[in-house]
T-cell receptor, first 114, second 114 residues
């Protein structure tokens, strides 16, 4: 596709359940990022992939959060044992690998934990 | 730790006015700075990207300036229109390009009244 695609657009889950959020980056973009945006806040960095490997996962809040990008394209953010505090919009972005390249964001997945 | 502050938090203006949004950051060692637009329930749209070596960037009615030494950026919007109503986010990249990690402000909510 022409832009970054995220699915689902909305996800409601019960506390304690496991969820997966998917991101399809722009074709040819080797860098991929996940951010989380809580209500009234700016997005906060979670994890950055360069190709298949996680180059920086320092933003993941705890070990319930995990992300993969096995073939260097689609990425999945996985959250185990969800908590109400995980409710937020999860944004994915991608860019060319060259330094300082512009980031293109997807529409986000709104996760609500009830 | 890099911190980004945006002032004002909200701004309401009549159509046709020129306006300035402000962004400040605490660590001047940035790689670049971006201004984004976010519409309700939507993802982020990149408006302007300024490399650390640049002073300003222009796109149509938008002009962004960067004073890296003082840790400040401004986004100037000329002849505002109701369609400009959105949240404007400032983000700095302190990750050095190859390790790309944006720190966002909380945004300025702009309302342009017809």
């Amino acid at each position: 596709g022409a832009g970054v695609s995220q699915t689902p657009s909305n996800k409601v889950t019960e506390k304690g359940k496991y969820v997966e959020l998917r991101c399809d980056p722009i074709s040819g973009h080797t860098a991929l990022y996940w951010y989380r945006q809580s209500l009234g806040q700016g997005p906060e960095f979670l994890i950055y992939f360069q190709g298949t490997g996680a180059a920086d996962d320092s933003g993941l809040p705890n070990d319930r959060f995990f992300a993969v990008r096995p073939e260097g394209s689609v990425s999945t953010l996985k959250i185990q044992r969800t908590e109400r505090g995980d409710s937020a919009v999860y944004l994915c972005a991608s860019s060319l690998s060259t330094g300082g390249a512009e980031a293109f964001f997807g529409q986000g997945t709104r996760l609500t934990v009830v | 730790k890099q911190e980004v502050t945006q002032i004002p938090a909200a701004l309401s203006v009549p159509e046709g006015e020129n306006l300035v949004l402000n962004c400040s950051f605490t660590d001047s060692a940035i790689y670049n700075l971006q201004w984004f637009r976010q519409d309700p329930g939507k993802g982020l749209t990149s408006l302007l990207l300024i490399q650390s070596s640049q002073r300003e960037q222009t796109s149509g009615r938008l002009n962004a300036s960067l004073d890296k030494s003082s840790g400040r950026s401004t986004l100037y919007i000329a002849a505002s229109q109701p369609g400009d109503s959105a949240t404007y986010l400032c983000a700095v990249d302190s990750g050095g390009g190859s390790n790309y990690k944006l720190t966002f402000g909380k945004g300025t909510l702009l309302t342009v009244n017809p």
